[in-house]
């Protein structure tokens, strides 16, 4: 039997990404502050797109380096208050953090401190940081910046990360790590850094981030792979000009990054009062990911089948519509079921997963994500099928054809017809669109007569002869 190709050596891995991150540590000084992003248990995005990779690589990392590592959490009181849901889990962040102290002492790893960032005092932040306590937690709370991101004589000044009281960490090696991004990693870090340097230790920070892989080429399907899994929080692989201009060689990074390099560059050496050792933010890296196999034949290939995405348009009147009833708190989110291309109705109802953030000035339409479970595999990648919206709250209406719908300054209405063929007009509220028909919400009842056919022609107080469109 030949051996199949593997795309990813997860020993290796382990053995010179933890050498690389204790060499850092050692040039950094007493102590280096390591900003830990990524999923750091059951990474199973990361196994998906390199093959071989282990999804609990990240955390068998910590563990080998246990010995010389505290870990420090970090959670922003705004996203505890507002209950921000992790989506790969579907807890909230708080929960989250209960999760991950459960997975370090499994793991034999020490926590340090959690620490709240930009805490002020809201309500639901102060009942997490009490059942912290209770717990026999190390907590500390930390303000906002005051001058970040601009103002760097006063981030790096008693009234800026001076004000944040100092965590207490013993080990010379501090992952600071968080449920998700804009949680207060960076920031918690340099605050740290700037009490060593005020207390005459010398401690250096860096970061560590598994994508997108620096020395692969921008468009490696490994890189291009980690841009579309972050599609949500806007993130772009680009290729690095800092490192570029400091060493002439191509390194791919991601906007987020190069975009804050310039001003962490200059509130490190504000710090440290010295020459930032990094020119580049991929420098400041601690990324050793670019373990590939040569010759393995396909390194990566994204696809998820189960559960599976299903992207289609709503036009901008619908989508309009829809988010006003949530709003209004009158509609629940609207459920998806698709039907394949021989007319059969797919047995799994979809939920919504996103919403694009623009509208198609060309057509007028919206991107909308439903995940639909796909336990058969019914559903594949790059097929084409006909979606279908309804409210699971039962939104109840009449319908008649979206042909009769007429429109002008004052909104929608519709033209009736009475007993005596009298034509007149009724503003109607429109509600889902199935397939050529339209729900009336309001406006008609059972029982009028809706003009489908010559509206164009017909005139509100004209009389006009009926004829039924039925059967």
Known sequence: MGKQAVGFDSARYLEEQSEYILERAKSSGDRLYLEFGGKLVADHHAARVLPGFDPHAKIRLLQRL????????????????????????GITYDVDVLRLLDEFAAWGLHVAAVVITRYEEQPAAVQFKNRLERRGIR?????????????????????????????EVDRPVVVVTAP?????????????????????????????????IW??????????????????????????????????????????????????????????????????PTQMGVKKGNYVTPGAAELARIVQLDPIRVVFSQTDREYLAQRRRELAGDAGALEARVILPDGSLVATVGKKDFDDN????????????????????????????????????????????????????DGTYVLTVDEAGTVGMARVETGAR???????????????????????????????????TEG
């Open 66 to 89: 246990k010995d010389v590592t505290d870990i420090i959490l970090c959670i922003y009181a705004g996203d505890i208050e507002r209950k921000k849901l992790r989506a790969d889990f």
């Open 139 to 167: 907590i500390y709370t930390h303000r906002a910046t005051k001058g970040y991101p601009t103002d760097v004589d006063t981030i790096a000044s008693e009234e800026g990360y001076g004000a944040n009281p100092y965590i």
């Open 180 to 212: 998700g991004p804009g949680s207060g990693k960076m920031a918690t870090c340099l605050s740290q850094v700037y009490h060593d340097h005020q207390n005459g230790r010398q401690s250096g920070y860096a970061k560590f981030e598994t994508f997108p």
């Open 215 to 280: 020395n692969l080429p921008l468009k490696h399907p490994v890189n291009i792979a980690y841009e579309a899994a972050t599609a949500d929080l806007g993130d772009v692989n680009m290729v690095d000009p800092f490192h570029l201009e400091a060493t002439g060689e191509r390194a791919i990074n991601y906007n987020r990054d190069i975009e804050i390099f310039p001003v962490l560059k200059r509130i490190l050496e504000k710090v440290t009062g010295a020459e930032s050792p990094y020119q580049s």
């Open 358 to 409: 623009a509208i198609n000035p060309a057509t007028g339409t919206i991107a909308v994500r439903y995940l639909f479970d796909n336990p058969d595999r019914i559903l594949m990648p790059g097929g084409y099928v006909t979606a279908r919206l309804s409210n699971p709250a039962g939104e109840t209406g009449i319908k008649i054809p979206q042909r009769a719908l007429l429109v002008d300054q």
């Open 434 to 468: 199935i397939g050529r028909d339209v729900v009336i919400l309001s406006g008609l009842e059972l029982g009028n007569l809706v003009i489908t056919d010559g509206v164009q022609k017909a005139m509100p107080g004209a009389t006009v002869m009926v004829v039924s």
